[in-house]
């Protein structure tokens, strides 16, 4: 009888919550616990964006096609800019779609935390697997429209080569920078709701810093480790050169890069757990 009773006990399941440690501390061991949360928030972005389209996904595609056409039709017919000897369409679509995966995630994440404030306010969870379901679901968006690169390539007469054993890099990169500014934005969102309309002219702003459209080429050898400041432009033309065997224009473009987005994303880890115990006060 008695192990009958101790064998319908339920689980208990405990939970100490600690004060924060130092402020450099990044304590993303506390995620672990809740990883089953992550999941299930992704898919809950994943449902909610295309819930009652018509296309559904397929807005995944329309997007950078479109896109694509416009930027040939500009830039590539009118404005002749140079595309490293690839035609120009295919060029462009592999400049645009990490750009959209960073794009797409960035402006969900930047308003994940207002959009889900009745959570953020009544119940405990790690408040930055709001603006990581964010980035994870715009993996999806990418990943249908990565299937239609490749088909450009074939029809193309383009062969991937080694290099794009590296592209999970820079797919991983892109995706290092969106979390990063989205961590940002989305943490002073909660006090400062002048977030929801400059990221726009943000994200529009940066595209016309990144060479999307056009080639780093164009830019003099020694400036380039600039233009890696822009931790995008390190991932664009990585991406290109993982891909579509562009040459690479300068390594310490990408090294640069690199550095940016690491350096980047380590800083709004700390601002976000720093500011996250004010988040249920203030929002």
């Known amino acids: 009888m008695n192990s009958t009773t101790e064998e319908l006990k339920p689980e208990v399941f405990e939970m100490m919550i600690e004060p924060p ?51 040939s039709v500009v830039f590539g017919r009118f404005a002749n800019l140079p595309s490293d000897g690839f035609p120009y369409p295919i060029f462009t679509f592999a400049g645009l779609l990490p750009w959209q995966l960073f794009s797409r995630a960035l402006s969900d994440a930047s308003q994940s935390l207002v959009n889900n404030q009745q959570m953020v306010s009544k119940i405990y969870f790690p408040r930055i697997f709001l603006p990581m379901s964010n980035v994870l679901s715009s993996l999806v968006d990418f990943g249908v429209a990565f299937i239609i690169l490749l088909v450009m390539m ?5 062969t991937p080569s080694w290099r794009m054993l590296v592209l999970p890099v820079f797919i991983v990169a892109a995706i290092a920078c969106a979390m990063a500014a989205g961590l940002w934005l989305s943490a002073i969102n909660v006090r400062y709701r002048d977030v929801k309309y400059i990221t726009p002219f943000l994200v529009q702003l940066w595209l016309y810093a990144t060479p999307v459209a056009y080639s780093s080429s164009l830019f003099p050898e020694k400036w380039r480790p600039l233009l890696g400041l822009n931790p995008m432009a390190g991932v664009i033309d990585g991406f290109r050169w993982a891909l579509l065997g562009q040459e690479m224009t300068s390594n310490s473009l990408i090294f640069v890069s690199m550095f940016v987005t690491i350096l980047f994303l380590v800083s709004g880890l700390i601002y976000f757990q720093n500011t996250e115990q004010t988040f249920a006060d203030v929002i």
């Not at 074939?154 to 383009?158: A, G, K, Q, R």
């Open 21 to 71: 440690g130092k402020w450099w501390q990044l304590r993303l061991k506390e995620l672990w616990p809740f990883r089953e949360l992550l999941y299930f928030l992704t898919w809950r972005e994943l449902k909610v964006r295309y819930k009652q389209t018509a296309l559904g996904v397929l807005w995944a595609v329309l997007q950078p096609l479109l896109i694509m056409v416009l930027f």
């Open 154 to 158: 074939v029809s193309y007469e383009i």
